[in-house]
């Protein structure tokens, strides 16, 4: 759960307009108005920061929830 | 006056008695400095009028003497910094083509690597007086020469004749109202322009100098109490390391100053303001100009309305911005005045840089409503971010703000999607425990999405210049 709590920080800190009882793991890219490639490049780079990974290209691009982006940080640690 | 030598001649005249330097180990008063100067002058009159002669000095009274004695010989004093390595030391000996290289004691093991048997090299010791010195440097003359940085590119020669030197003086007296009742403090290498344009300052007004050999903050508190001094001129980060938590004291020895002056593209507002608070009448200004073309805007923080802005053109200085070939209100900024070199040692680089008197500064500015200048960052360091300029300072800046954190250089990252992205290189402060994510949620919040760094990179020192700047252009 620690680990769902951290991913979960990373999402609200990346869209800090996004209200906490708004957030849910399936809602995707297309549903947050301020999710573009800039905000994916934030996402990302504030989740390899965090817990010292490295995402390949393919994975950048198939991360577009709070869930896909669960499981890949799951994937390398 | 005319010559920088004129300067001492009539503070000698008009106070003999005073002291002029003070130094760790001595204090010589203006007829003591007057004499060491003639007796040096006098031993270089065996030299070509003209010649080069390199000085290889800490900041103490045999600087000032060996300086002085050169350029009232009508020699050239080419001024190498204390921190330089071998290697740039014989491309600097070796693109000035000295007759004589002398050193302080501590320094000779440097010059003795020389290899020429045309070029002598002594210690300020080995140096006595012959005759009397009967040769003077005309206004046109050089008097002195500077290689730059190099924080862009390969160092460039930069002579300054006496005209020009007289000319940024007169500037910096009248602007910042210098006068022989004021007692400076000087923690600045006086081989740069900004310690050395501070001696000149003091010669030419018949101040007292303290010469700091190091930037050591509780001697430069001891100096200030001690002389009741009235000004002091430090880098910014010196004066950030003075008001922060770590010197408690600081308002009480400050408070009295009658100013702080600085000199920077950008001086944190923070400390602007807790400079201010603690001088109880004094002001904090800062300057902005290049070797090449020294003090060219003087800035005064007597509001915090222009908090972020360098000033206005000096007198008889004229600025314009180019971009594209074409004045612009965003652009390159270009000097013209007295205080612009003529062109660079052996005319290299004398081309690209100057244009019909105006010196191209590939420092980025704007210009307000009001005339007041802001440096933005360097023409070749912006960021392209799919087509979006960003300029590295501004990410700095918003990420300096945070505790915790020495310095931080912002340079482009190629990127396959946006061409260019930011990547950051942090130095931590000692026992720092900020994070990467510290970093970049304060940038998120801070701010817009494409300008939040994509990398950050924590590292222990920066590549850095023989004065000690960081060389950005290696981190790139």
């Not at chain 2, 001649?9 to 130094?23: F, L, M, T």
């Not at chain 2, 509780?218 to 938590?245: C, E, G, R």
Request: aromatic share 10%; glycine share 4%; charged share 25%.
């Amino acid at each position: 759960m620690v680990l769902d709590d951290d991913v979960k920080k990373i999402f609200l800190e990346t869209f800090p307009a996004l209200p906490e009882s708004d957030f849910q793991w399936g809602k995707t890219q297309k549903d947050y108005e301020d999710w573009d490639s800039f905000a994916q490049l934030n996402l990302i780079t504030l989740a390899e920061a965090k817990f010292e990974i490295t995402f390949s290209d393919d994975e950048v691009t198939s991360i577009s929830s709070a869930k896909n982006l669960l499981d890949r940080i799951k994937s390398h640690i | 006056m005319n010559t920088i030598a004129d300067f001492l001649k009539n503070s000698y005249r008009a106070y003999p008695d005073k002291i002029a330097i003070i130094d760790n180990n001595s204090k010589l008063t203006y007829s003591e400095l007057n004499q060491g100067v003639n007796d040096f002058s006098s031993f270089l009159n065996k030299f070509p009028k003209n010649s080069v002669i390199s000085l290889l000095f800490d900041n103490t009274h045999e600087f000032v003497i060996s300086y002085l004695g050169t350029i009232s010989s009508g020699c050239i004093a080419h001024l190498i910094p204390t921190g330089i390595s071998q290697k740039n030391l014989m491309g600097q000996i070796s693109s000035a083509k000295p007759k004589l290289v002398l050193s302080s004691e501590n320094h000779f093991s440097k010059i003795a690597e020389i290899e020429s048997k045309i070029i002598e090299k002594l210690r300020f010791s080995e140096v006595k007086k012959i005759s009397s010195n009967d040769r003077k440097p005309q206004p046109s003359d050089y008097a002195y020469l500077i290689y730059t940085s190099g924080t862009t590119s390969s160092p460039k020669g930069v002579p300054i004749t006496h005209s020009n030197c007289v000319f940024t003086t007169t500037n910096i007296v009248r602007t910042l109202q210098y006068s022989q009742d004021d007692i400076d403090v000087l923690p600045l290498p006086l081989s740069h322009s900004f310690g050395l344009g501070c001696l000149h300052t003091s010669l030419y007004v018949g101040s007292t100098l303290i010469i700091h050999k190091t930037v050591e903050i509780p001697q430069i508190f001891d100096s200030i109490k001690n002389y009741n001094a009235t000004t002091l001129a430090a880098i910014p980060s010196t004066l950030s390391k003075i008001v922060s938590n770590g010197f408690d004291d600081s308002s009480n020895i400050l408070s009295n100053l009658r100013l702080i002056i600085t000199n920077s593209t950008f001086f944190p507002p923070e400390t602007i303001k807790k400079l201010k608070k603690i001088l109880k009448n004094g002001k904090v200004a800062t300057y902005y100009g290049l070797t090449e073309a020294s003090r060219s805007t003087f800035m005064i923080f007597d509001d915090d309305n222009k908090i972020e802005s360098v000033g206005k053109p000096s007198d008889g200085i004229s600025l314009k911005l180019v971009s594209n070939n074409e004045e612009s209100t965003i652009g390159e900024v270009w000097i013209k005045g007295h205080n612009v070199i003529e062109k660079y040692w052996n005319e290299e680089h004398t081309k690209e840089n100057l244009d019909d008197g105006w010196l191209k500064t590939s420092d980025l500015g704007k210009i307000d409503d009001d005339g007041y200048l802001y440096i933005l960052g360097r023409v070749d360091d912006l960021i392209n971010i799919s087509g979006e300029k960003v300029y590295p300072q501004e990410i700095e800046r918003v990420v300096k703000v945070l505790t915790g954190i020495d310095d931080v250089i912002a340079v482009p990252m190629k990127h396959e999607v946006f061409g260019e992205v930011v990547k950051l290189f942090v130095k931590k402060s000692i026992e720092s425990n900020i994070s990467k994510t510290d970093i970049l949620t304060h940038c998120i919040k801070n701010l817009e999405r494409f300008k939040v760094p994509a990398k950050i990179e924590f590292v222990e020192d920066f590549p850095r210049t023989d004065y000690g700047k960081i060389k950005r252009f290696m981190l790139k």
